[in-house]
């Protein structure tokens, strides 16, 4: 099964040249790509995300409002019994809050330096880790210990 | 050139430069090879080793440059240029609440720039009042709030707007923030019939790249139309559209789609005011536009050059324009946001330097030059300062406006010129082929062809045709110098929130339902928009409400997301 991922740009901010090009990269890598378009709510990203059934959500901001969007994004997937999707993000993130990111479960920030290749490997690795197959492996591994 | 004697010069021409190639270049080549076996411009275009006469065989002068100020206007829009004044040095502001963005607006003023311009936030180009849900983050951070007309009165405050040309970028809401600017000048006092400034308004463009929509494009065009024909009539100085490629380019396009989907949504424009009977020299006069200066210079000067000659063979071979005003073909400019880098910021002070002098080569009317910390944040004063300075600099200290359009003449730059207009002829007709203007965004056509040229462009960064220094080459990682960015005023918000709630305490609400109600009406029938809109406004009613208010009107527009 290919990795599904949803690529999605919440907020006002309508720069979608960054997200079009990942979503391309990652359909040309052979994912399945979503690409929910401009101007969602944090609420329209995670419907999606539940709704499509996708491993890995990337969002996209250039808006500066990073710091409101990743946590409400987090708390959604938590209370919509999907926090088993990977979450991922880019844009323009100030290096001092990418650890705050992490800190609440977001698994990486691609910066503008960063390759096609190195989404590709990023994503694959990221799912492989902390995938949801990986997940139910490790529920598994859990259960049958003694 | 058609003449015997030039066929038979243009063919010993190009007998010579084969000679040249063999006898010279072959083996010269052999020992110090090229670095590419092709070059290409940042728009794809490739670039020959070397221009000659015969590249321009098929060049008339007359016919294709001819004199500034006369058709096809290819060596400029005036016959004088930059020798009876410098372009308009247009800096573009907008942060916090009016109040705050007018301290800058006064500070670049002292600084000697010659026209403002006005950057405001994300609600306030969508349609949303600060005290909107969908607001939340967004007051006044990436431009200036403006939800009233008490906004902007005390945005334009202590500023003559009789004598200085305001800017102000603003798309779906742009017919209002018009009314609230006539009610602002009105009510301090200025003559409608004076006013000199822009609103952008060009809705088509939003569509295709900078994504700030409300209604779908028929309405919306339907709005567009009516600021074009009541300026026509009441505001002989305004430009009530300015057609923009600056934000397709930054999106991603070649330079070819930037000039040919601004044209082409220029044709849309007239072709709308045209269905309402108002004669072509009425209103083409007032039509301006707006381009990129990108970092591919010769590229970018051939652009200017191409994009003012087809525009005037257009109106005047199709629309049948008569007046040189409507024909000749005046643009705005502002250097490219995307050339700029995060790391070593302080280069793009040269890179701006060099598209800015692409931009005065390619005879710009006005300019905007983007400060050093543009990939990082929206611009400090210090960054501002700098950036008018190498406008003043280009200006005051190169002497390359003292003479008109330099560059024609080069084989190169005519070559380009040509080429650049081919290409534009070509998309001309794919875009008649399916059904016009508006057809094509609903099918999604520009959407596409922009986002195969972003990936594109993208796959040439990765293979490092395209180097960027500092970055992808001579990167030192061993220190980033640090630069003072703009400073966040976290509590502009809740100062704005204010200024509404006060705005909305002391207005009448019987006024406020009265000219919302005529609003509507007027919108459903084929009427002018802006005459009720201006009474809306007067009341006080916010650009929220008016929007709020059509929307089941005109309908909300879904994007189909395409990539």
New interface residues.
Partial sequence: MPIKVL?AKP???????G???V??SL?DAGME?V????HQ?PEMIVAAAIQEDVDVIGISIL???HM?VFPKLMRLLEEGGASDIVVIGGGVVQAADIPKLKAIGVREIFD??A??QDLIDGVERIVREHGRAAARTKLLQANAAP | MNTQVDVAANESLVEAKREWEQLTLLPFAQKRPERREQFRTLGGIALERLYTPADLAEHDYLRDAGFPGQFPYARGPYPTMYRAQPWTMRQIAGFGTAVDTNARFRFLIAQGQTGISTDFD??T??G?DSDDE?S???VG??GVAVDTVDDMLDLYAGIDLEQISVSMTINPTAWILLAMYLVTAEERGFDPAKLAGTIQNDIIKEYIS???WIFPPRPAMRIVRDTIAYSARSLPRYNPVNVSGYHTR???STAIQEVAFTLAAGFAYVEEVLALGIPVDEFAPRLSFFFVSQIDFLEEVAKFRAARRIWARYMHERFGAGKAESMRLRFHCQTAGVSCT?REPLNNIARTAIEALAAVLGGAQSLHTNGYDEALSIPSEAAMKIALRTQQIIAEETGVGNTIDALAGSYAVESLTDEIERGCVAYFQEIEKRGGVVRAIEDNYFQMEL?DA??DL??RK?RREREVVG?TKYRDDSQNPHVELHH?DEAASERQLARLAATKARRDPAAVAATLAELVRVAKSDENLMPATIEAVRARVTAGEIVNALRPVFGAYV?????
């Fill in positions: 690529v907020g006002l901010d309508g720069h979608d040249r997200a079009k090009i979503a391309r359909r790509v690409y929910t378009g401009l709510t808006s500066g409002a409101t503008a330096d390759t096609t | 994300m609600p180009l969508m949303y969908r939340e983050g967004e951070r990436e900078q994504k700030e930054e999106a991603g995060a986002a972003a990936f993208h796959l990765e970055v966040v994007e189909k997301p395409v990539f």
